[in-house]
């Protein structure tokens, strides 16, 4: 559902942005007048992101996880201004955090390679403050907190079969195991970007957001439980339309 | 005013960015595969540990293993402190870790551990096996057969039988091959019976050694049922089971302790037309008890020598059909043409992958056996005090094909017939009359 939708809208958001930026470079009377009178925003933002799961797999060294898997985001976002160079955003986001494991395994003459892609979609809602200077182009940094809820796994790879003794292919939506699975995400966000007026009321806008969660994706249902965590970050681009 | 806050701002943001609210990762122990135990509680954590993480049924099993872990642990640090003049007993041992293991649901989990040389005071010895069943047979297999043989030879059109029956039941299968007279004249229902799953390991031991004394009489039962190719599917005609005069057949794997699935395809596979899924199964994916991997389709191919056409075919089985004979059984029942016949099987149906050279398993699936399998199979030995411990246990957890749980519970039959030894001891076999009656009847 991320994808479908998300792609198209990040590549005509982007070519908006582009076709954007001269119009703002060059009309610096109109932008005199941005954001300092007004006080609420809302918008849309798309991207990519990058999330690094990160799981420490103890003994088991052949288990790898990559480093980075590649996901989509979109999102809808509020802000208020009390000050020019201070905001306050919220939002929702749909966010992809993604990670692939590879599990190598070699003996003598046997050589074994299974492994998992995850897709994952979540939602996380951010509570932020942004601090934002400059006139023509804006320059902000921001950081807050995030809540989110794990929507939707999706799992595809190769694992083994044992009566049939060979690799078995499987693509399917992952089945959450309520007993382990936290869907529930806190975290904290952070990250900068650029941003410049155009027709007077429209901001846009691109950035590099971090999205650093604090809970484990598993309960606390063991006691040897070795925490997995997630970290996204994404590259967005967005519209904003001050009120 | 106005920059100084934006700086002090942007500071804030950079410091709450690196602070850490994530939980440390475990100390990495090792892995409990390999693992040297010099004292009674580092035996204990080891083998905890292995479960911890190795168990496949831990979604679910209702052993809570961290209050065993707290449980136990003091007992065998206990025995550690335990002065020269008062050794830890045998039986203290033994009751230590058969409390360690009870009521774990995994039917094949048998652990074989020692305190060997290098504990302080060692030397004890413990075998636990904690698969229970709700029912059981007073008598032993061997006397079942016995008695089941006598009630087979009443009902077998005379001349046919061919039996083989090792002196040594952990060598060559026994196996049994009879014809018995079916509803009309000149119909004919094919019984074969084997005590375990390792049909093709014995083929191949002949191949290599064609002159074994009982080379002939070993592969006769299995050649009258399938054929001379008996290792590869049902020759067609050469065999009875593809004799147009055979209208019905009975598989029977009551006492089967199970084996290899090698045999799966050429011996049952091949009683189909077509592949049949019997069920699906998954590994471990991780350190974590729920990690699991994805379901995996467990098909059973029928091989290019197989039944030429579809006939009743009817499964006799019951609590003492173990493993792969409880596969055969829901490989059967899954089957169009395909009857059970019998009482609920013992339910040890998880796949594994054991013995010296597969014990690498665990290390490729994290899952199943694990520790010194030289031990398990050959006992201490006092110039091999690395490992002092064997789990045996399921590498893959296994549903049936509508991802029905089966371990520790069995296979249900479609007709439940109990083993009644009074009728046996009179000479009749009330489950193979109900199969006869099956065939003839149709219902």
Redesign the interface.
């Known amino acids: 559902m991320i994808n479908r939708l998300t792609i198209p809208i990040v590549r005509g958001l982007l070519l908006v942005w582009l076709a954007a930026m001269p119009a703002v470079l060059s009309a610096q009377e109109e932008v005199q007048a941005e954001p300092r009178t007004r006080h609420f925003s809302f918008g849309i933002t798309a991207g990519m992101d990058r999330n690094y799961h990160?799981?420490?797999?103890?003994?088991?060294s052949?288990?790898k996880f990559d480093k980075f898997r590649t996901g989509t985001v979109f999102g809808l976002r509020l802000g208020y201004a009390p000050l020019k160079?201070?905001s306050i955003n919220t939002g929702a986001v749909l966010i992809q955090k993604n990670y692939h494991?590879d599990?190598v395994?070699e003996?003598y003459y046997?050589r074994?390679s299974?492994n998992?892609t995850s897709t994952n979609d979540y939602v996380n809602i951010p509570l932020e403050?942004k601090?934002s200077?400059g006139k023509t182009v804006r320059l902000h940094?921001?950081?807050g907190v995030f809540g989110g809820y794990w929507l939707k796994g999706h799992?595809k790879?190769v694992?083994?079969?044992?009566?049939?003794?060979r690799y078995?292919s499987?693509d399917?939506d992952y089945e959450f195991?309520d007993?382990?699975d936290n869907r529930i995400e806190k975290g904290?966000t952070?990250g900068a970007g650029l941003s410049g007026m155009i027709l007077g009321k429209i901001e846009v806008g691109a950035e590099i957001r971090?999205y650093?969660s604090?809970t484990?994706i598993?309960k606390p249902?063991?006691?040897?439980?070795?925490?997995r965590?997630n970290t996204a970050v994404a590259f967005q681009a967005g519209l904003s339309y001050w009120l | 005013m106005?920059k100084d806050?934006?700086f002090y701002?942007?500071l804030?943001?950079?410091t709450?960015?690196n602070?850490s609210?994530?939980?440390?990762?475990?100390e990495?122990?090792?892995?409990p595969n390999n693992l040297i135990c010099k004292t009674y509680l580092s035996q204990f954590e080891a083998i905890w540990?292995g479960m911890?993480?190795g168990y496949v049924f831990w979604?679910r099993d209702t052993v809570d293993?961290?209050a065993r872990?707290e449980e136990y642990r003091p007992i065998f640090a206990a025995f550690d402190a335990r002065p020269a003049n008062k050794p830890v007993t045998q039986i203290e041992y033994m009751e230590a870790y058969t409390g360690l293991f009870a009521g774990l649901l995994d039917h094949h989990l048998t652990g074989r551990f020692y305190a060997a040389k290098g504990i302080p005071h060692g030397q004890c010895e413990a075998f636990v096996s904690p698969g229970t069943n709700d029912y059981y047979h007073s008598v032993s297999n061997s006397e079942a057969l016995r008695l089941q043989l006598k009630a087979l030879r009443k009902r077998a059109v005379p001349g046919t039988l061919v039996e083989y029956s090792p002196s040594n039941e952990y060598g060559n299968p026994g196996s049994y091959f009879c014809l018995i007279p079916g509803a009309n004249d000149g119909e004919l229902i094919a019984y074969f019976r084997f005590t375990n799953f390792y049909m093709v390991q014995m083929h191949q031991k002949y191949q290599w050694y064609p002159n074994s004394p009982d080379s002939q009489k070993a592969q006769a039962p299995a050649r009258a049922f399938y054929g001379p190719l008996y290792h590869e599917g049902i020759t067609t005609e050469a065999g009875y089971a593809n004799n147009d005069s055979v209208v019905g057949i009975i598989i029977d794997v009551r006492g089967n302790g199970g084996g290899s699935?090698e045999d799966?395809e050429p011996l049952i596979g091949s009683l189909s037309q077509s592949p049949t899924l019997?069920?699906y199964?998954?590994?471990k994916?991780?350190?974590?008890?729920?990690?699991y991997?994805?379901?995996?389709?467990?098909?059973?191919?029928c091989p290019s020598l197989h039944l030429n056409k579809q006939k009743p075919i009817v499964v006799l089985a019951d609590v003492t059909s173990v493993s792969c004979a409880e596969?055969a059984t829901m490989l059967i029942k899954a089957l169009p043409n395909g009857t059970f016949i019998g009482e609920r099987t013992y339910g040890a149906i998880g796949?594994l992958y054991s013995g010296g050279a597969t014990n690498?398993y665990h290390?490729?699936?994290?899952s199943g056996c694990f520790g010194d399998y030289q031990y398990f199979e050959d006992g201490p030995d006092p110039y091999h005090d690395n490992f002092t411990y064997y789990v045996y246990t399921s590498?893959?957890h296994?549903v049936d094909n509508t991802y029905g749980d089966v371990e520790g519970v069995g296979v249900q039959p479609d007709i439940e017939i109990r083993f009644n030894l009074s009728r046996l001891d009179e000479g009749t076999d009330n489950q193979l009359d109900r199969a006869i009656r099956f065939i003839r009847v149709g219902h």
């Open positions: 990160s799981v420490d797999m103890v003994y088991m052949d288990m160079w201070l494991m599990h395994f003996y046997l074994y299974l998992t403050l601090l200077v940094a921001f950081g799992r790879g694992t083994y079969s044992f009566s049939n003794e078995y499987f399917e195991n007993k382990r904290f952070w971090w650093y604090i484990d598993q249902y063991m006691t040897n439980l070795n925490p965590y | 106005r806050a934006f701002g942007l804030l943001l950079v709450l960015s602070v609210c994530r939980k440390e990762p475990l990495n122990r090792g892995n540990s911890d993480q979604d293993w961290d872990y699935v799966l019997v069920g199964t998954r590994v994916e991780g350190y974590g008890r729920l990690d991997s994805a379901w995996s389709e467990s098909i059973v191919k596969l796949g690498i290390d490729l699936f994290y590498t893959f296994m």
